[in-house]
């Protein structure tokens, strides 16, 4: 069975450029999660995507936005990106179906604003 | 909202040593999980806790759910370099509807000196 795939696995952005990044879920798993972890940090949360619909966002400024498609992959944009905005951006799936919260990571995007 | 606090944040030990991190929830939890980070990799699913007192070992690793679901820990026995990394808690509230997230812990990165 495949895992959570990302990409790109790396970007690089000049300050105030927007950024996409791209995630696609295990398959049957209708949740997805994308988190922001800055080195040597915790898991921030971001954004909960479930059945196409936001769930729950978190403490993040609304430039920091995202979807989620009809085959449940989902996209996370950050425009005007800023310095700070420099982290790995993971994404988790899950199976809300089954009320499993288990989340599956994939390897993330590392994105550097210059 | 519902907070996950995880302490220590950094632990180092010297190999052989034990380890020892604790998670504490401000609301009861229905299940805690945990995960693992390796250095340059995402964080990946441990184990899941569910039941009052539930004690769980994985080999060397220890796994604890309190009494009141709302505390958790993690020991290593005699730690190795492979155990290098960061571990997170995470908890599922206790709630009703369809659909619950996990609410992370900050985390404890692990160094394990030879």
């Known amino acids: 069975e495949a895992g959570v795939t990302q990409s790109p696995t790396h970007l690089i952005k000049t300050r105030g450029q927007q950024a996409t990044l791209r995630c696609s879920p295990i398959?049957?798993?209708?949740?997805v999660y994308w988190y922001q972890q800055a080195l040597g940090l915790g898991l921030q949360f971001l954004l909960w995507?479930?059945?196409?619909?936001?769930?729950n966002r978190g403490n993040f400024p609304p430039r920091f936005s995202g979807r989620q498609f009809p085959n449940y992959s989902s996209e996370l944009n950050v425009n005007a990106l800023e310095l700070e905005d420099s982290a790995l951006y993971l994404c988790?799936?899950?199976?809300?179906?089954?009320?499993?919260?288990?989340?599956?990571f994939g390897p993330g995007t590392r994105l550097l604003v210059l | 909202g519902q907070q996950v606090m995880q302490i220590p944040q950094y632990q180092h030990v010297q190999e052989g040593e034990d380890f020892t991190t604790y998670c504490n929830s401000s609301?009861?939890?229905?299940?805690i999980q945990w995960y693992k980070q390796r250095p340059g990799g995402h964080p990946v699913f441990l184990i899941q806790?569910?039941?009052?007192?539930e004690v769980k070992k994985q080999k060397r690793l220890t796994f604890q759910f309190g009494e009141a679901k709302k505390n958790s820990s993690l020991h290593i026995t005699a730690t190795q370099t492979t155990d290098v990394g960061t571990y997170f808690c995470?908890?599922?509230?206790?709630?009703?509807?369809?659909?619950?997230?996990?609410?992370f812990g900050s985390g404890t990165q692990l160094t394990v000196l030879p």
């Open positions: 988790a799936s899950s199976e809300i179906d089954r009320r499993q919260e288990t989340q599956y």
């Open positions: 398959s049957g798993h209708t949740s």
């Open positions: 995507y479930d059945e196409g619909e936001e769930r």
């Open positions: 609301t009861t939890l229905s299940n």
């Open positions: 806790l569910v039941k009052s007192g």
């Open positions: 995470a908890g599922a509230l206790l709630s009703s509807g369809s659909a619950r997230q996990l609410t």
